[in-house]
């Protein structure tokens, strides 16, 4: 899927993505290929994100995450 | 006649304020760059959350939120004039507090008057002027990101939610090209509903996670505050444009002063000359008639 994590400063990541954890507010949740269209809101904490090249970790402080169509967005 | 030397040392002088503005101008053009950048980075996060905000736009009368749209009775208002830390950009500074005093005097007369400015023009002014003044958001400039920007944005909401202020004006320069800035006052606080019915995408059959109202709780601050750092991001860029274009008029405007005095310079010369020509002959005359 594709996945995208925006700040109001910049990219931090843009790409393909196997599977991505995310810190909801309801508890950590993780999304996969085709996951169904979601909004939540993220609370302060770690995005993993699992790549064919391996796992990347972003902090955040809170955010918005959306998922549609196989394309993942996180407003961090 | 005017004096050789003194037009030569006018002329040098000159010659070096014309280096000056050329090199200032220079500097704003790249800072200009930078500056936009910022701009163009930050507008996709924009448009994404306004775009999220319109899947949620049924759901925006949740009670926790109403604070921001409420019209109160106007007691208390704060003023945010956005201005320059440094001067020799034209009329940046000057524009920006005359709207501002325009905003105190027509649309909030009599009414108990805070600023809270940004960047250091705008607090030098205030400051002598009899409205209280908050200080410790001036310097927002020397270090912006996000943060600071998105920091000032919630201290704004924190007190207007607390019934400090009851109406929150922004004054600043939107950035339109590098030669271009229009002049603006934001009335950021309480929001404008229809300001946020835009149309987003076709409905998606969403899940929402915790609730959509919860999401909005987030969601508009969010947005407020990001629009509070888009204010501040157009202030810069268009800080940076504005004094490109009045260090590019003072270049020129040395040049052609500096043409002026050489003109000036070569004639006096040229009037020298001719004298000592008149006096050398005249000289040679008395001589031979000797």
């Known amino acids: ?76 | 006649m005017a004096n050789l030397k003194e037009v030569r040392i006018r002329i040098t002088s000159v010659g070096s304020t014309q280096q000056i503005t050329k090199a200032m101008k220079l500097v704003s053009a790249t800072k200009l760059r930078r500056a936009q950048n910022a701009i163009t980075q930050m507008r996709p996060y924009a448009q994404k959350l306004n775009g999220l905000l319109a899947n949620l736009a049924d759901s925006i009368d949740v009670d926790s939120l109403k604070v921001y749209f409420d019209k109160r009775e106007v007691k208390n208002v704060l003023i945010v004039p956005i201005t320059s830390d440094r001067g020799l950009c034209g009329s940046f500074n000057a524009n920006v507090i005359k709207l501002a005093g325009r905003v105190i005097a027509e649309k909030y007369q009599g009414k108990n008057i805070s600023i809270l400015p940004i960047g250091k023009k705008g607090s030098e002014f205030f400051g002598k002027t009899k409205h209280t003044v908050i200080n410790d958001s001036r310097d927002a400039f020397l270090t912006l990101n996000a943060e600071t920007g998105f920091s000032i944005g919630e201290r704004i909401l924190a007190e207007f939610k607390a019934g400090k202020y009851d109406a929150v004006e922004i004054v600043y320069n939107q950035f339109k090209n590098a030669a271009t800035q229009i002049l603006t006052n934001d009335q950021f606080l309480p929001i404008d509903k229809s300001t946020f019915g835009g149309a987003g995408d076709a409905k998606n059959d969403y899940i929402f996670e915790p609730s959509k109202g919860e999401i909005l709780e987030d969601l508009i601050p969010r947005i407020l505050k990001t629009h509070v750092y888009r204010c501040l991001l157009d202030s810069l860029a268009s800080e940076h444009g504005a004094r490109m274009i009045s260090m590019d008029k003072a270049t020129d405007n040395a040049g052609e002063l500096i043409k002026a005095l050489k003109l000036e310079y070569n004639r006096a010369r040229q009037a020298a000359i001719t004298t000592e020509i008149s006096e050398i002959v005249g000289g040679a005359a008395a001589l031979s008639s000797n």
């Open chain 1, 1 to 76: 899927m594709q996945l995208d994590i925006i700040t109001a400063d910049k990219t931090l990541f843009s790409g393909e993505a196997d599977a991505v954890t995310l810190p909801g507010s309801k508890g950590q949740f993780q999304v996969l290929n085709n996951h169904a269209a979601l909004i939540s809101s993220l609370e302060k904490g770690t995005v993993k994100i699992k790549t064919k090249e391996g796992e990347k970790k972003f902090e955040i402080s809170g955010g918005v995450a959306e998922v549609l169509k196989n394309k993942v967005v996180v407003l961090a």
